[in-house]
């Protein structure tokens, strides 16, 4: 059983910053590709960036490029999202999503990857 749990979301201004933090625990896999999904109210889930199991970045939407990071610390089992110039098209429910036993080709495509958190919801005005 794996499970993943997302903290760190809040309610900040535009121009702020946020860090996402999540944390995979249970029957994991060598394999650790990670992502950072997001959904805003009303609309489809879209991918935002998604790193491998060396901790190469995989994929980075357009969108967020220069403004948010991921990265992740093996050793803990954890998937960062450090959100820097917050800007209100920002706001959403953030997901993290792991893997697993798939192989990811499409980084940022949500059927590719097969356990999935929570959500922290993400609002900047």
């Known amino acids: 059983h794996v499970q993943l749990v997302e903290s760190g979301g809040g309610s900040v201004q535009a121009g702020g910053t946020l860090r996402l933090s999540c944390v995979v625990s249970?029957?994991?896999?060598?394999?650790?590709?990670m992502a950072w999904f997001r959904q805003p109210s009303g609309k489809e889930r879209e991918g935002v960036a998604s790193?491998?199991?060396?901790?190469?970045?995989?994929y980075v939407a357009d969108s967020i490029k220069g403004r948010f990071t991921i990265s992740q610390d093996s050793a803990k089992n954890e998937v960062y999202l450090q959100m820097e110039s917050l800007e209100p098209e920002d706001t959403a429910m953030y997901y993290c999503?792991?893997?697993?036993?798939?192989?990811?080709?499409?980084?940022?495509?949500?059927?590719?990857?097969?356990?999935w958190g929570q959500g922290t919801q993400v609002t900047v005005s």
């Open positions: 790193i491998t199991t060396r901790g190469a970045i995989a």
């Open positions: 249970g029957s994991l896999y060598s394999n650790m590709c």
């Open positions: 999503a792991y893997a697993g036993d798939r192989v990811v080709r499409l980084w940022n495509r949500p059927s590719e990857y097969r356990y």
